[in-house]
């Protein structure tokens, strides 16, 4: 099973910087990116909020000063100091984007990263967020599948076209169109409409902070509502993010319950933290490398 790295906990190195960070802001993401593919991660994942209610309430993950990045300038710095790890957004708001933006953004991230990006989208669930961005919380499903259709068009169409509700676009093109036909789409969401949307339009589903109870009820309810869509669960990649702590033991039982990639994050009180130093980061990211794992278990 592969091993993947969320690093929404990199960016509390950049709060209330240094001038030697203002100089430097993009340090961050080039240290772990580049220590992580030394390691043997086979991927990075940046997630995104565009902004956060203040004060913070439920269920808003961060605190509304927590500087979190792009994740797609992110994702970009690191393509830049890597050659070989997967790049992930882990994951993207979708109906709070420009789909005809976005479309562009991710084809030219997966060109310049020469086919590594895989686009990991959720539908959202912040009210203050989406109110923010002037996208209604209601229907927000539905919205998305319709953006991922016209970007679907505008990445493989010869003859890009789209008619929709949200969106409308014929006679245009939009190049380059991304190296990986298809460019590999993960959605996330705990949901039965989320899960039936991963099946439905999608190579993959994605769980966050799940323990092993709770990916074996996932799991199943993946394959109950596999079968009335037909949809092959062997070509289908199950993603999590592990709410535990991992040892071999709970690694190989991940990999027994049918997943296929597990992406580490720190735990949320860890992103809170004041000024986190990165050498903390990076000794998360070194204490839960595939490799020293793997040692272990032998």
């Given at each position: 099973?592969?091993?993947?790295?969320?690093?929404?906990?990199?960016?509390?190195?950049?709060?209330?910087?240094?001038?030697?960070?203002?100089?430097?802001?993009?340090?961050?993401?080039?240290?772990?990116?580049?220590?992580?593919?030394?390691?043997?991660?086979?991927?990075?994942?940046?997630?995104?909020?565009?902004?956060?209610?203040?004060?913070?309430?439920?269920?808003?993950?961060?605190?509304?000063?927590?500087?979190?990045?792009?994740?797609?300038?992110a994702l970009a710095i690191m393509a830049a100091v890597t050659t070989d790890i997967r790049l992930a957004t882990g994951i993207v708001n979708l109906p709070q984007r420009n789909p005809v933006v976005l479309a562009k953004q991710l084809a030219s991230l997966d060109a310049l990263s020469e086919g590594r990006l895989t686009f990991g989208l959720g539908v959202g669930y912040v009210h203050q967020e989406m109110r923010a961005v002037g996208v209604?919380?209601?229907?927000?499903?539905?919205?998305?599948?319709?953006?991922?259709?016209?970007?679907?068009?505008?990445?493989?169409?010869?003859?890009?076209?789209?008619?929709?509700?949200?969106?409308?676009?014929?006679?245009?093109?939009?190049h380059p169109r991304p190296v990986q036909r298809p460019l590999p789409v993960i959605v996330s969401g705990h949901s039965r409409a989320a899960l039936r949307r991963a099946l439905r339009a999608a190579e993959g589903w994605y769980g966050f902070l799940l323990d092993r109870a709770g990916v074996a009820t996932h799991v199943e309810a993946l394959r109950r509502e596999a079968d009335p869509l037909e949809r092959d669960l062997d070509d289908f990649s199950i993603v999590v993010t592990p709410s535990e702590r991992l040892d071999p033991d709970v690694v190989s039982d991940y990999e027994r319950l049918g997943v296929d990639r597990l992406v580490v994050c720190p735990g949320r009180s860890f992103w809170r933290r004041p000024d986190l130093p990165l050498d903390e980061v990076e000794a998360f990211v070194r204490a839960n490398a595939p490799g020293r794992l793997t040692a272990v278990a032998a």
């Open positions: 099973m592969s091993r993947g790295l969320a690093l929404a906990a990199i960016q509390r190195s950049l709060r209330r910087p240094s001038r030697a960070t203002l100089r430097r802001p993009a340090s961050s993401p080039r240290r772990i990116g580049a220590l992580a593919e030394s390691l043997g991660y086979d991927s990075l994942w940046m997630g995104e909020h565009v902004v956060a209610p203040r004060p913070r309430v439920a269920p808003s993950p961060i605190e509304p000063d927590y500087p979190i990045l792009d994740p797609l300038i209604p919380i209601e229907g927000r499903g539905a919205r998305a599948d319709e953006y991922l259709a016209a970007m679907r068009s505008l990445w493989s169409d010869e003859a890009p076209c789209f008619h929709g509700e949200h969106v409308d676009f014929e006679a245009v093109d939009a």
